[in-house]
């Protein structure tokens, strides 16, 4: 059975840091592209990094670029999302996401964990 289990996440104040992590079970992710999605309360999913089955492919929302960095472990099977400078509205339920396709597009993964919750007071 495939498994992405996220863990790491918490409640923080505005301008910590959080290390989400995700750790795949059942299969081998190495050649997968990965990504971190959020949903916050009434609002829909959205995509917030990618990164490229080698590594070397990181991609970042508008929101999040400069403070959120994706990372990869391919020998352990996670995958990493570095959250500095947290604010308010980085609150959300945070999905870590793999893709059957090499150069998938955010409509484009296929497996999906269950959800770490983050959330940032002011």
């Known amino acids: 059975q495939v498994q992405l289990v996220e863990s790491g996440g918490g409640l923080v104040q505005a301008g910590d840091s959080l290390r989400l992590s995700c750790a795949a079970s059942g299969r081998s992710f190495s050649s997968s592209p990965m990504g971190w999605f959020r949903q916050a309360p009434r609002k829909e999913r959205e995509f917030v990094a990618g990164i490229s089955w080698t590594g070397a492919g990181t991609y970042y929302a508008d929101s999040v670029k400069g403070r959120f960095t994706i990372s990869r472990d391919k020998v352990k099977n996670t995958v990493y999302l570095q959250m500095n400078s947290l604010k308010p509205e980085d609150t959300a339920v945070y999905y870590c996401?793999?893709?059957?396709?090499?150069?998938?597009?955010?409509?484009?993964?296929?497996?999906w964990g269950q959800g770490t919750q983050v959330t940032v007071s002011s």
């Open positions: 996401a793999a893709s059957s396709k090499l150069y998938p597009s955010t409509d484009d993964y296929d497996y």
